[in-house]
């Protein structure tokens, strides 16, 4: 069954940490898309990144970063040099392709990012 | 362009009453998402939309609710004699799909539900 594990709850750092955010996925599908949001205080989730399952490079952009791994299952997220923006609650989501159905997301549980400064 | 609005952003209603709520897609977006996400979880999917055609129902939604999406635009999630479990935030999301899923979704404000 798929599943999305996103085992840290809650992360504190001060503001210029790096800051790793992990998300562990399980599916059956050889086809599947990962994806990461952002839900500020406000509530809206903001779209980060998609990224599909036959493109294993690592993605940049601007302070964030991202690190896919299959052998692993795992698709872990990096901002670098963190603010007190940065301060959200961040979810990793899987999105499996079967039979030309529609791409419904299935979410971890997300991790509470807290950026002191 | 606009993004994906919900109205209310907030409702509250005492238990066994009916709620309705509204959600706009992005124009010429095809395929239109419902999620529930309670606190501290992260959003469980409901429902799904390809144009007007209803195409996915999660085991979560029960018989008290039902999604329209009448004209392939706007849809309504109405939950009926409303329970105190269904306190919740209802998110709406909006995508253009090809075929074969995994695009997108962009996400509306939300929904926040307070059964009393």
């Known amino acids: 069954a798929q599943k999305v594990t996103q085992a840290q709850t809650e992360i504190s750092v001060v503001e210029k940490e790096d800051v790793t955010l992990d998300c562990v996925y399980e599916?059956?599908?050889?086809?599947?898309?990962l994806f990461w949001y952002k839900q500020p205080p406000s509530g809206e989730l903001v779209f980060l990144i998609r990224?599909?399952?036959?493109?294993?490079q690592n993605e940049i952009s601007g302070r964030y970063s991202w690190n896919f791994q299959k052998s692993t299952s795992s698709f872990n997220f990096t901002i670098t040099a963190s603010q007190v923006v940065d301060s959200a609650v961040y979810f990793c989501?899987?999105?499996?392709?079967?039979?030309?159905?529609?791409?419904?997301?299935?979410f971890g549980q997300g991790t509470e990012l807290s950026v002191k400064p | 362009d606009t993004g994906v609005s919900q109205d209310p952003r907030h409702k509250i209603t005492k238990r066994g009453q009916n709620v309705t709520f509204r959600c706009d897609p992005i124009s010429e977006h095809n395929r239109l998402y419902w999620y529930r996400q309670t606190l501290g979880q992260g959003p469980e999917f409901l429902t799904y939309?390809?144009?007007?055609?209803?195409?996915?129902k999660s085991r979560l939604l029960s018989d008290r609710f039902s999604a329209e999406r009448p004209k392939g635009s706007f849809s309504t999630l109405e939950i009926q004699r409303t329970e105190q479990g269904d306190s919740a935030m209802y998110l709406c999301?909006?995508?253009?799909?090809?075929?074969?899923?995994?695009?997108?979704?962009?996400f509306g404000p939300g929904t926040r539900l307070l059964v009393l």
């Open positions: 990224r599909n399952s036959f493109d294993e």
């Open positions: 599916t059956r599908d050889t086809t599947y898309y």
């Open positions: 939309f390809q144009n007007e055609a209803q195409l996915e």
């Open positions: 999301a909006s995508s253009l799909a090809p075929a074969g899923g995994g695009e997108t979704q962009y």
């Open positions: 989501a899987l999105s499996e392709v079967q039979n030309n159905q529609g791409g419904k997301l299935i």
